[in-house]
């Protein structure tokens, strides 16, 4: 399939009046919109992957891995004691030169490096509210309170000082929050009274540079002759937002798109024996669970959270989900991550020890409480709506009465973090490869804080200085037994529910050239390349 013929399958007139007849035009069926142009106030991969094209950060991640390699900044020194990283940038890095009410007068510097830290962390910043305030990585990764200075050395050196060392600390640079955006651009914006526009009509450093952004609809970028790692081998590149999985597919089998994530696990057979198409395959470095609001009665009750855990079928949800696509959780990590415990036994499904849990606790007659499911699919939850009725049903064979909620995806994610919730469904994909990644960052007590994203609210000191000390060393091995160590604490107080870890499945046709997988399934396009 040609980029001639794809785009006419689009029937997108927009697409062809602005397409050169010879370009190269790779299109993805992405699962949503983006909820901005700025990644540090979101969590989602659908945002990120909006993103990734445009900016560049600090550091990076290997295309298709997890080693850290050199983005904005070609080289770094670390002290001894492991707490001053000095930064050494690249020279002549050019800002997209595309927006209207914009022109770049210079090319990026430290002061774009020191502006798009600051705006994150300094509350009295003129940018920290802009979009919104809530930077929900910077601030349950406990960044404010790691970073002890950040210092313009000249315009080509910045040196950061930490308050104590931070093992992930490089890792952390590298993800999608931390995306450098133009303090020039900014300035402007400010000055002309419209500073939002920095996270509506982004410029970046990147691969590539936005077009046009319809919600819901449609994202179009193009390359950026001038990037400074070498212009992308295809000329256009096209987000087809496209929420249904079946459509998806469907457009995928007819030459409309060219790459789509999260298949519907119920077509996967009819995928596989498409000639046109390859699945691509890896673990994934994922969890979904179910998560209990600890702060809520009944559910600051462990009793009642482990008798939760027994009652519900967890094989019998893997079975009718996720198909042949997931394995079960037990712990709040995947086991392709280091430090995985092996030993922690999960929960048993035995719902007379739950019934019996359940009196203990003060429910002989059972209790009501909520379910709430997620209304999109996610790489580690193809279907929560139903997980959903499989708990529910479980629940009711141990008195539970349970009432499924809903709302919209945004909402939905806003009113979880904000607690409103009994038990709610929710996941995450790694973002940096690190454990820290997954037990500081969505059950430590930083993140425990209204509108954090640790959605249990659990704050348990025993388990939170575990987490806390293990990102201070630098030895693995240590880590290692300080994580599992962790994992043991969690599955004694059971915050969460654990239900599977998805496996990662990519369709991708077969005129596609050198797409990878990314294992915190992002999808970045740059370096990709079809056959036209």
């Known amino acids: 399939m040609t980029a001639k013929p794809l785009l006419a399958a689009l029937a997108g007139a927009a697409l062809l009046a602005a397409s050169p007849l010879q370009a190269k035009t790779l299109v993805y069926c992405s699962e949503g919109s983006p909820e901005n142009f700025y990644p540090a106030v979101n969590t989602t ?39 001053v990283y000095t930064f050494h940038l690249r020279k002549g890095v050019k800002w997209h030169n595309t927006n209207r009410a914009f022109k770049p007068s210079r090319d990026f510097n430290a002061d774009d490096i020191m502006f798009s830290i600051e705006r994150q962390w300094k509350e009295d910043h003129p940018f920290y509210k802009v979009t919104s305030s809530n930077h929900s990585y910077f601030n349950d990764m406990g960044l404010a309170k790691l970073l002890k200075s950040v210092e313009k050395v000249d315009d080509h050196t910045v040196r950061i000082t930490l308050t104590r060392p931070e093992a992930p600390f490089l890792s952390d640079l590298a993800m999608s929050y931390a995306a450098i955006q133009s303090k020039e651009y900014a300035d402007a914006m400010l000055k002309a009274g419209t500073p939002e526009k920095i996270d509506q009509s982004p410029i970046g450093t990147g691969p590539f540079y936005l077009v046009q952004y319809q919600k819901d609809a449609i994202i179009r970028y193009k390359a950026f002759p001038e990037y400074w790692g070498g212009k992308a081998k295809i000329d256009d590149l096209v987000f087809a937002i ?181 038990t709610g469904m929710l996941g995450w994909t790694g973002d940096n490869g690190d454990p820290d990644n997954f037990l500081h960052t969505l059950l430590g007590c930083d993140a425990a804080k209204n509108n954090g994203g640790n959605t249990s609210k659990w704050c348990d000191k025993t388990f939170d200085d575990i987490v806390v000390r293990a990102k201070t060393l630098t030895d693995q091995a240590e880590r290692t037994k300080l994580y599992e160590q962790a994992q043991v604490r969690f599955k004694e107080e059971a915050p969460w529910f654990t239900i599977a870890h998805a496996v990662q499945l990519k369709p991708v046709r077969k005129e596609v050239i050198d797409f990878k997988l990314s294992p915190f399934s992002r999808h970045v396009f740059y370096g990709v390349d079809i056959k036209g």
């Open 45 to 83: 991969g659908t945002t990120f992957d909006a993103n990734a094209q445009i900016y560049n950060n600090v550091v990076e991640f290997e295309r298709g891995g997890t080693k850290v390699v050199p983005g904005l900044a070609e080289s770094w020194d670390v002290s001894p004691d492991g707490t």
């Open 242 to 422: 496209t929420p249904d999985a079946s459509v998806r597919w469907a457009k995928l089998q007819k030459g409309e798109c060219h790459v789509m994530p999260y298949p519907n696990p119920a077509d996967l057979d009819a995928i596989r024996k498409d000639p046109a198409v390859q699945v691509l395959e890896q673990p994934g470095l994922n969890i979904g669970y179910l998560s209990y609001n600890v702060t809520r009665k009944p559910f600051d009750d462990v009793r009642v959270r482990k008798a939760f855990n027994m009652a519900i079928n967890k094989k019998a949800i893997i079975d009718a989900v996720y198909l042949s696509t997931g394995i079960a959780a037990v712990n709040p990590i995947p086991p392709s991550m280091w430090s995985y415990n092996k030993d922690v036994k999960d929960d048993p499904y035995d719902p007379e020890a739950a019934r019996k849990l359940l009196a203990e606790a003060g429910f002989p007659n059972g209790l009501e409480t909520d379910i709430w499911a997620m209304p999109v699919q996610r790489p580690y939850n193809p279907n929560a709506r139903r997980i959903a009725e499989l708990m529910q049903a479980d629940l009711a064979k141990v008195g539970v009465k349970a009432e499924i909620k809903s709302y919209e995806w945004g909402e939905y994610r806003k009113r979880m973090q904000a607690g409103e919730h009994q």
